[in-house]
């Protein structure tokens, strides 16, 4: 019985020693098959080190491919504490290059951890601060590859494009709210080291950073050139508080440019304070838009058959009584008897009263609303306002008349365009927007696309067309004749609005504008420029702001390739206007009959013989009164 228990116990024991060693044999199995892959790259952990590889951050492009944001390539200081040799030696010449502190230098070189980046102040070295520090050949220093973003035309788009900070990380504009599309993402140099952080002789491995994705712009770099450089020209001309402009395509909502002063340099944007950085005035600024909004009260009446542009007519003494305000005209003595057609030429505010008063609070507000005023367009940029329309419960009759002619509500620069795109291109009121496309930069394949967008239909099409007409008469006949272009069906309507502080208004200090657009008969582009306060020069929209947005116009004949038409308004002179004539077409005649034909003109010939072949400027192109023509003979 004794030997049975004993025997039962060996067995007891064997079984378990069995079942140990089985366990054993399976945990070896697994680690050595099934949890390899995860050890291993746990193990090679210990000793693999990395030297990081920046992606390059996308690329912004105008929508003719020119590039308006790019990267160059600079050097970062990266150390590996337990590679340096002597770490005195290190910090003081690191230190002397970079023109740091050099006990803080040497607490980089002395820190416990496998890699060290010195930031800042070695972040996105020149290549001259590079070069001495890689001449100095020293133990566990290294320069990796960085970029830096680089803004090739400076100040252009400057609050709209943004800048990015030390990291790269977008700050404000298009930066800031693309980010996560721009960012790129790391890749690394891998090599071996030991416990020690002694670097291994084994293969270096090299992983491929990605850069970001592009943003590909509405905007259009030469209609940009010509936008900055007017209101440089405007600041320079005029010293205004302030000035922004925008020209869009009226048929898309697409921005085509867009710009305000005071203005900053994305590449140093420490100098400049916070109010201009985070400003983007074309969309963030609320004003008075004065009469540049009497076209949404023109639209707005035409479209409920208010009024006869043509046969009705209006006598404006100078002021109109409403309930009890006295309203005035900005003409004193007043405009007489007009048409209404005159009363918008002449940007009559008694006129556009009566307009106000005959469509009455609840239509007017209504249509105003309709035009997208009150609330955000909802461009793709940071920092868009609302604007400010009266509270329903307060608009009484003085109220309605005085919104009539753009005082008492207060609007963005990007409404107004809108508003008055949608009264021109057909009654259709579109979102507008600056990124047209994202695309991935090897292939150039597009992950994400902007199209127009209809945010709704506000007046008929037949109403638009009256409205364009009415508009180009403003410019040939009216207050907006300084953007007149000999040739070209151009539209316009001048803004003159007194300024507001704290509930009152400034005396002599206006925001002066103009909104025009071309070809009336088929509009291509609208541009709107403001200027807030111009010193030394009588404050109009007519005077100031319409001679500026005509230049913006006659580039964009020549960069959108419009060409000229063959019916047009003539223009009515007054007698200090630069007058316009075409050019007599003398090719063919003898010498003396295209002498008597060119009278007026100052005539320069060249070559010899009595008949002409040639001349310059060609017939029919309109120049300036007494303007050279250059006649060439057989």
């Not at 994705?213 to 259009?220: A, R, S």
């Not at 305000?260 to 100098?271: D, G, L, Q, T, Y």
């Not at 556009?352 to 249509?367: A, H, P, Q």
Request: hydrophobic share 40%; net charge neutral.
């Amino acid at each position: 019985m004794f030997f049975k228990e004993i025997h039962t116990r060996m067995k007891m024991i064997l079984l378990v020693i069995l079942f140990v060693f089985l366990i054993i044999i399976l945990r070896i199995f697994y680690i050595q098959v099934i949890d390899y892959k995860k050890l291993n790259k746990y193990a090679t952990s210990l000793w693999n080190r990395n030297l990081p590889i920046e992606g390059n951050r996308g690329l912004m492009l105008d929508r003719n491919g020119k590039v308006i944001v790019n990267n160059i390539t600079t050097s970062s200081l990266v150390i590996i504490p337990s590679q340096v040799k002597d770490k005195e030696l290190t910090a003081k010449k690191l230190a002397e290059i970079l023109k740091v502190d050099y006990t803080e230098m040497l607490k980089h070189v002395s820190k416990k951890s496998s890699i060290e980046r010195v930031h800042p102040e070695g972040r996105r070295l020149s290549f001259d601060i590079a070069d001495k520090i890689n001449a100095l050949n020293l133990p566990g220093v290294y320069l990796v590859k960085e970029t830096k973003r680089n803004y090739p035309y400076d100040k252009y788009l400057a609050t709209t494009i943004g800048f990015v900070g030390i990291d790269n990380q977008g700050l404000s504009g298009l930066e800031l709210l693309y980010d996560k599309y721009l960012t790129g993402e790391y890749g690394a140099i891998k090599y071996y080291a030991d416990a020690k952080g002694n670097k291994l002789s084994l293969d270096e491995n090299y992983e491929q950073p990605q850069d970001g994705m592009n943003l590909n712009l509405t905007i259009d770099l030469d209609l940009q050139a010509a936008l900055e450089r007017e209101l440089d020209n405007a600041y320079m001309a005029y010293n205004p508080d302030q000035a922004w402009g925008l020209a869009i395509n009226p048929n898309t909502g697409e921005v085509l440019a867009i710009s305000s002063r005071p203005n900053f340099s994305p590449s140093n944007h420490e100098s400049a304070s916070k109010e201009v950085i985070n400003r983007n005035l074309p969309v963030w600024a609320t004003y008075e838009p004065g009469s540049t909004f009497k076209i949404i009260t023109l639209a707005s009446a035409l479209e409920e058959k208010l009024v006869d542009l043509e046969n009705e007519h209006f006598y404006d003494s100078g002021s109109v009584h409403v309930e009890n305000a006295n309203i005035h005209c900005w003409k004193h003595g007043g405009h007489g008897e007009q048409t209404f057609k005159e009363v918008v030429e002449n940007s009559c505010n008694p006129g556009f009263v009566t307009l106000g008063l005959r469509l009455g609070k609840e239509k007017l507000f209504s249509y105003i609303k309709k035009f997208g005023f009150g609330e955000k367009t909802g461009i793709d940029l940071n920092g868009e306002e609302n604007g400010i329309l009266f509270n329903p419960d307060k608009i009484g009759l003085v109220e309605t008349a005085t919104t009539a002619f753009g005082q008492g509500v207060s609007v963005t620069a990007i409404q107004q365009v809108m508003a008055v795109s949608a009264a021109i291109n057909g009654g259709n009121l579109y979102k507008p927007f600056v990124v047209k496309s994202i695309s991935e930069p090897e292939t150039n394949h597009v992950i994400l696309k902007n199209e127009p967008t209809l945010v709704r239909n506000v007046i008929k099409s037949s109403t638009s067309k009256e409205v364009r007409e009415t508009l180009e008469s403003v410019v040939a006949n009216g207050t907006g004749r300084n953007a007149y272009i000999e040739g070209y069906r151009v539209g316009g309507k001048t803004g003159t609005a007194q300024k507001a502080v704290n509930g009152r208004y400034l005396v002599g200090n206006y925001i002066v504008s103009f909104i025009g657009f071309l070809p009336t008969d088929k509009p291509e582009i609208l541009v709107y420029v403001a200027i807030d306060n111009p010193k030394g020069v009588t404050q109009y929209g007519g005077t100031v702001a319409a001679p500026i947005v005509r230049n913006i116009l006659l580039s964009a004949i020549d960069i959108l390739k419009i060409e000229p038409r063959k019916e047009y308004m003539s223009k009515k002179y007054n007698w200090n206007d630069i007058k316009y004539v075409k050019v007599p077409d003398v090719v063919g005649m003898n010498l003396k009959d295209a002498k008597k034909t060119l009278k007026g003109f100052n005539i320069e010939i060249s070559g010899e013989g009595e008949k002409v072949i040639l001349e310059s400027p060609s017939a029919n192109t309109s120049v300036k009164e007494g303007s050279t023509i250059w006649l060439y003979l057989n």
